[in-house]
């Protein structure tokens, strides 16, 4: 397709006054020839086709693209269409498109592309059926007979605007019976059942059962389309989940099996176990700083685990919370201080009832209400810790690069662990002359 620099000034302005007509116009050219016409056009006009393209064949127009155009083009797409479209792409292509984009852009891309294990977006599929509402019925009905040919599935179709946000499921019966110039606005369905990315597994695998649904769109957070989810798919990665969760849970690493080699099941769990040993000889270090006053008064050895065990329990509250604030992306970067502050006051309103609680059981139980005071003074102090550490580790492992999700708890429990003993202890040095 050659054009002058007339047709070429032609094409462009269509294109920047008419972007939705244009970008369908440019779904129905072949391939090679669409690639043409939008490397053509005006970096800023480009991005704006790209978006009103079905997302699957503007990754393909992407990857066919040349490196002129791709570096006009990287820096000037937004975060979660540019994650969209390398969804829709091998491994080859990403990297050459990531290339061009500023490390900035790209550090959020990469976010989102890495969607946590155990959720629906880790087993999503990219290869879906989507038409834009504006659409006919006879032209969405064209469509879906030329991409019958590239092997698309079929069995469900939906409909987006031009953020690409999900509005609604078009039922093929209801296609086929409507009149030929009638929008697909009109006719899809709008109460539309879809999945968030981030979902568990099992929960989601339940919400599908309770519907009897074979297939259920994900979206993103915004509500945008990023794929579909297969029954018999999830099926098959919560039986993965199930099988590599339950190791996990007990040092052993995912991949291993009943009958792996003896230095692979080792190479798994070593370093785990040196680690915990690692924190317990810190903890125990600790109390033996304390060995003269715990000799003295043994009745503050009966406490050390309440102290320890309340702190730990406290610190993996908050430390929940954040993980999943994490992963759910829930966490603007200006607002990290007001959550750590925000777990700070949860764990001193938490340190004060259950420190009550804790004095009052001591003074009933020796009869002594200064023991009482240093267990629930050391219960207030270990909260209020536990609070800040189980909010304020894993942001600060994310943001130096280390999976939190790794290495938070040992370093939550270490800390709750060693404050608490700390806490307790000193206060018992404090008030040791009204303990005897």
């Known amino acids: 397709m050659e054009c002058d620099s007339a047709h070429l000034l032609l094409i462009q302005r269509f294109f920047a006054d008419h ?4 970008a369908q116009i440019l779904e129905d050219l072949d391939q090679d020839d669409a690639s043409r016409v939008l490397q053509s056009l005006p970096p800023e006009t480009a ?5 009103n393209l079905q997302i699957s064949y503007a990754a393909e127009l992407l990857k066919n693209a040349n490196e002129a155009f791709l570096a006009d083009v990287a820096v000037r797409l937004d975060p979660q269409w540019a994650a969209a479209v390398l969804m829709h792409l091998g491994t080859e292509a990403q990297a050459r498109i990531a290339a061009h984009l500023p490390d900035k852009l790209k ?5 989102l ?8 977006g880790r087993i999503m599929s990219t290869e879906f059926l989507s038409f834009r509402e504006d659409l006919t019925a006879q032209e969405a009905i064209e469509r879906i007979r030329q991409l019958s040919k590239k092997k698309y599935p079929l069995s469900y179709a939906y409909v987006v605007d031009g953020g690409q946000h999900l509005i609604g499921v078009l ?14 606005g009109d006719i899809i369905r709008r109460d539309v059942f879809a999945l968030h990315c981030f979902m568990d597994r099992l929960e989601a695998a339940g919400e599908l059962s309770k519907r009897k649904y074979f297939a259920a769109p994900v979206v993103d957070g915004e509500n945008r389309l990023l794929g579909i989810i297969k029954a018999e798919r999830m099926i098959q990665g919560i039986q993965d989940d199930v099988s590599g969760n339950l190791q996990r849970m007990f040092g052993a690493g995912k991949e291993e099996r009943a009958f792996s080699t003896l230095k692979f099941s080792l190479s798994k769990r070593l370093p785990w176990l040196h680690v915990n040993l690692a924190t317990a000889f810190l903890a125990a270090f600790v109390v033996a700083m304390f060995e003269g006053v715990i000799a003295k008064l043994t009745i503050l050895a009966v406490f050390l685990p309440v102290v320890a065990g309340q702190g730990g329990n406290a610190g993996a509250q908050s430390l929940a919370v954040v993980m999943r604030g994490i992963v ?3 966490i603007p970067e200006g607002k990290r201080l007001a959550l750590v502050m925000k777990e700070a006051r949860l764990g001193a309103i938490n340190g004060i009832v259950i420190g009550v609680v804790t004095a009052a059981v001591a003074w009933v139980w020796y009869g002594n209400p200064y023991l009482g005071l240093v267990i629930g003074l050391g219960m207030l102090i270990n909260l209020v810790c536990a609070g800040i ?14 999976d939190p999700a790794q290495s938070s708890s040992i370093i939550l429990t270490t800390v709750t662990d060693v404050v608490g003993f700390v806490a307790f202890l000193g206060l018992a040095v404090l008030f040791q002359d009204y303990l005897v």
Do not use: C, F, H, T
Not at 19 to 22: H, L, P, Q, R, V
Not at 171 to 183: F, G, I, S, T, Y
């Open 113 to 120: 592309l890495e969607y946590p294990e155990g959720s629906v």
């Open 389 to 402: 550490s189980g909010s304020s580790i894993p942001l600060l492992m994310k943001k130096i690069g280390i």
């Open 171 to 184: 039922n093929m019966r209801d296609l086929m019976l409507a009149q030929p110039e009638k929008v697909l």
């Open 328 to 330: 759910m992306r829930e």
């Open 19 to 22: 972007i939705e007509a244009s």
């Open 107 to 111: 550090e959020r891309v990469r976010e």
């Open 47 to 51: 991005v704006r086709a790209l978006k």
